[in-house]
């Protein structure tokens, strides 16, 4: 099975790929994530900005992130899919794993913002938690 980032929307509008390996991935338990899906949790597959190719007109919903830096979350305007999110303070681009051809080979490594998961939420009882983000180094761009 190979790991391919490749995806893209319900009624296929939106579709993606990168060609690199994840830099990360991650169940994302914050609130903005959590009204972004529907669910009570994203798992979201992370590469460096710039290594994707998109097409297909989005729809964007910009927050602000707890670090004050922009995320700029890319819906289907048609289906409405939450497809993929960009986080300007971490130069990340985060798919949103259900909206993968092949999520299969998925992996989750962390669990972040687990302070505002839900409680009927099912958190995996081997992976590190934090309640908000991991530390991290000033020129880690990982999530
Ligand atoms: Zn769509
Ligand atoms: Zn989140």
């Not at 989005?58 to 993929?84: E, F, I, K, N, Q």
Request: with cysteine; glycine share 8%; charged share 15%.
């Amino acid at each position: 099975m190979s790991n391919k980032i490749e995806g893209g929307c319900q009624c296929g509008a939106v579709r993606y790929s990168s060609s690199v390996a994840p830099s990360i991935t991650f169940n994302c338990h914050c609130t903005h994530c959590q009204m972004a899906s529907g669910a009570a949790f994203t798992t979201a597959v992370a590469v460096p900005q710039g290594t994707t190719e998109i097409t297909g007109s989005t729809m964007v919903h910009t927050l602000a992130s707890d670090l004050g830096t922009p995320v700029h979350r890319h819906h289907c305007p048609t289906c409405g899919s939450y497809v993929y999110g960009i986080s300007e303070g971490f130069g990340a681009t985060a798919f949103n794993a259900v909206t993968l051809d092949d999520p299969s080979w998925v992996k989750p490594e962390i669990e972040v913002y687990v302070s505002s998961a839900q409680p009927w939420a099912h958190l995996q009882p081997d992976l590190p938690k934090f309640d908000q983000l991991p530390p991290m180094g000033e020129d880690d761009s990982s999530l």
